[in-house]
C-alpha cells in the first residue's frame, strides 16, 4: 500500500472513530438517560423450608426477576428436590415467578435458585419544557385505587392540597415528592418494608420503603398522575453479602412524551436516620438525586398491588410479591407478607 493511501485510511479510521464515539455518547445520553455506573453479582437463594408435620401438598412462589433495560439476568441455575418447578408469569401485572411444588411426603424440601446479573442506574432527568397529553384509557391501572392506596377522601384531599397551583406532571409529582422528604420518616420498628396502608400512614407519617412509596403512588394517583411502586432486592454494599432482608420498594411516575421518572423518597428519610439528622439541607444532594434517579445497587421485579400469583395461590391476594410466598395443604405457610420465617437465605457475592 501506498504512503498516501495509508495516511488517507488513517485518516478515515480516525474520523469513524470519533464520530463513533460521539454517537455512542449521544445515543447514551439521549433524553436525559444516563448510564453511567454498573455493578455486577451473583444472588443464591437457599432453601431448607419449614412446613407443619404430615403436609402433603407444598407449593412456593419465588419473584423471578428478568432481564431489562437497565439490568440483565444470566447462567440462572434452579436444583432441588421438588415434585415439579417451572417459571409463570401472572396476567395482571405480569409478575414473574419461580414456582416450585412438593407434593406427598418429604422429610426435607430443598432448593438451590442462582443467578448472576449485571445492573446499571437509572436517571431521567432531562424533562420536556412542555408535556404530551396522554389516555388515561392506556394508564387506567395506574391511575386507579387499590385496596390499600385509596384515591379519594382524605387521601385525594391531600392530594390536591399538595399541588394546588401545578398543572404539569413533574410540577404534581415533584411537589408531592417534596411533601413526602420534608413530612414523613423512617420507622425502623416496622416489619419488613411495611404494608403500604396510605390512609394510617398519611395520619402517621412514619414506616419503611413499600410504606413510604406506596404513599406517593396513592398521592399522585389522586392528582391525576399515573404512577405505580417498583419492587426490587438491594445488593449489599461490600463484594459479599446477606440480602435476606434486603428487599426495597421506590416509585415511578409517567411523564407524557417523556416516559416512566424514577423517585425514591424512602432512600432519603432512611439517610437522614442514618445521619441523625431533621435537616433536609443535610441531604440537599439525595433529595435532588432520588428524584429522577436511583443507584445501580438495586435488582428490579415487577410492580402491582393486590396479586393474583400463577400458578394462581388458594390464600387471599398479596399486598404485593418482594418476597418468597408459599403455602402447605392449601393454607399460607408465613405468618405475615415477609416470609422469613419459610427458612430461606439469600447471599451476594460480586463479580
Not at 428478568?66 to 408469569?89: A, H, K, L, P
Not at 392540597?161 to 410540577?171: D, L, N
Not at 420507622?187 to 404494608?195: F, I, M, N, Q, S
Request: glycine content about 10%; hydrophobic content about 40%; aromatic content about 14%.
Amino acid at each position: 500500500m501506498k504512503r498516501k493511501e495509508k495516511k488517507s485510511l488513517f485518516a478515515f479510521l480516525c474520523v469513524s472513530f470519533c464520530l463513533g464515539f460521539v454517537f455512542s455518547f449521544a445515543l447514551a445520553s439521549y433524553s436525559g438517560r444516563a448510564y453511567a455506573k454498573e455493578r455486577k453479582g451473583e444472588v443464591t437463594l437457599r432453601l431448607n423450608m419449614n412446613v407443619p408435620a404430615g403436609a402433603k401438598d407444598v407449593r412456593l412462589w419465588i419473584p423471578y426477576p428478568v432481564s431489562g433495560r437497565y439490568q440483565r439476568i444470566y447462567d440462572v441455575r434452579i436444583t432441588g428436590n421438588f415434585t415439579r418447578e417451572g417459571i409463570y408469569r401472572e396476567g395482571e401485572h405480569g409478575n414473574i415467578a419461580l414456582f416450585a411444588e412438593w407434593k406427598g411426603q418429604f422429610k426435607k424440601r430443598l432448593l438451590t435458585y442462582s443467578y448472576k446479573v449485571s445492573r446499571r442506574d437509572f436517571v431521567m432527568k432531562d424533562f420536556p419544557k412542555k408535556e404530551m397529553p396522554f389516555s388515561k384509557k392506556e394508564f387506567a391501572r395506574y391511575l386507579r385505587a387499590t385496596s390499600l392506596g385509596p384515591t379519594s377522601g382524605k387521601v385525594k384531599a391531600l392530594a390536591l392540597e399538595i399541588t394546588k397551583g401545578q398543572s404539569s406532571a413533574v410540577g404534581k409529582a415533584r411537589a408531592i415528592y417534596n411533601w413526602i422528604v420534608a413530612n414523613m420518616y423512617r420507622d425502623e420498628a416496622v416489619k419488613g418494608c411495611g404494608y403500604g396502608k396510605v390512609e394510617r400512614l398519611i395520619t402517621i407519617r412514619g414506616g419503611k420503603c413499600a410504606d413510604i412509596s406506596s404513599v406517593f403512588v396513592a398521592l399522585a394517583r389522586s392528582a391525576g398522575v399515573p404512577a405505580r411502586e417498583i419492587f426490587s432486592i438491594r445488593m449489599p454494599a461490600g463484594k459479599t453479602g446477606d440480602m435476606t432482608e434486603s428487599q426495597h420498594c421506590w416509585a415511578e411516575f409517567h411523564c407524557p412524551g417523556y416516559g416512566w421518572v424514577p423517585v425514591d423518597p424512602a432512600d432519603v428519610r432512611k439517610a437522614m436516620l442514618q445521619k441523625k439528622t431533621g435537616n433536609l439541607n443535610d441531604v440537599e444532594g439525595l433529595v435532588k438525586y432520588f428524584f429522577g434517579a436511583v443507584d445501580d445497587n438495586r435488582i428490579v421485579y415487577y410492580t402491582g398491588r393486590d396479586v393474583l400469583l400463577n400458578p394462581r395461590q388458594r390464600g387471599g391476594r398479596l399486598d404485593y410479591f418482594m418476597y418468597p410466598y408459599a403455602e402447605a395443604d392449601g393454607k399460607p405457610l408465613s405468618v405475615d407478607l415477609f416470609g422469613f420465617d419459610l427458612g430461606y437465605k439469600i447471599s451476594f457475592k460480586e463479580l
